[in-house]
């Protein structure tokens, strides 16, 4: 005789209450956080929604503004997936989804801050370093590589209903 795991939004007749397969309160921090974030991207991005664009090329204070927009952005979808998981334990998909968030907001920093760090297609002796279509490829990579890791980090769950 077998017994199969109660349904994830089942109701525990004993205790009279609803379990949850997620956090709540942990996604809508995420969610949150990622608002804000995409705001400060956005900032950094295209300053002159919010009146304030000043220069003809995107410098090094945009650039580190809207890295920090795209931190917050990958910190809040990091709070958001992982209270998916309440209940679950972490799969390895998971994991590797984790990794590739990160390793992906290393490469947008890295490529968006080419040019200050002096490997880039604007090295500091050349004059004012600049973000470049260079870099924006690689900010663009980047970017690719976190939402591939949100996507392995979704709680896929498999039911055998027969």
Not at 23 to 32: A, C, K, M, N, P
Not at 48 to 64: C, H
Not at 109 to 133: C, K, N, Q, R, Y
Request: aromatic content about 12%; cysteine-free; charged content about 15%.
């Amino acid at each position: 005789m077998t017994t199969q795991a109660p349904h994830p939004n089942s109701i525990d007749k004993e205790e009279n209450t609803v379990t949850r397969p997620y956090s709540r309160r942990r996604i809508r921090t995420g969610l949150v956080f990622s608002l804000i974030g995409f705001l400060i991207f956005l900032l950094g991005a295209r300053p002159g929604m919010f009146g304030l664009d000043r220069s003809p090329v995107i410098g090094f204070v945009q650039v580190a503004v809207f890295l920090v927009g795209l931190a917050m952005i990958t910190i809040g979808g990091y709070l958001s997936m992982m209270g998916l998981w309440k209940n679950t334990p972490i799969s390895i998909a998971a994991d590797i989804g984790l990794r590739l968030v990160s390793t992906g907001y290393l490469v947008s920093v890295f490529t968006g801050m080419a040019d200050l760090f002096g490997f880039g297609s604007h090295p500091p002796e050349s004059g004012i370093p600049f973000f470049g279509v260079w870099q924006a490829t690689g900010v663009m990579i980047g970017e690719f590589l976190i939402g591939l890791g949100f996507i392995l980090m979704i709680p896929y769950r498999w039911h055998d209903d027969a």
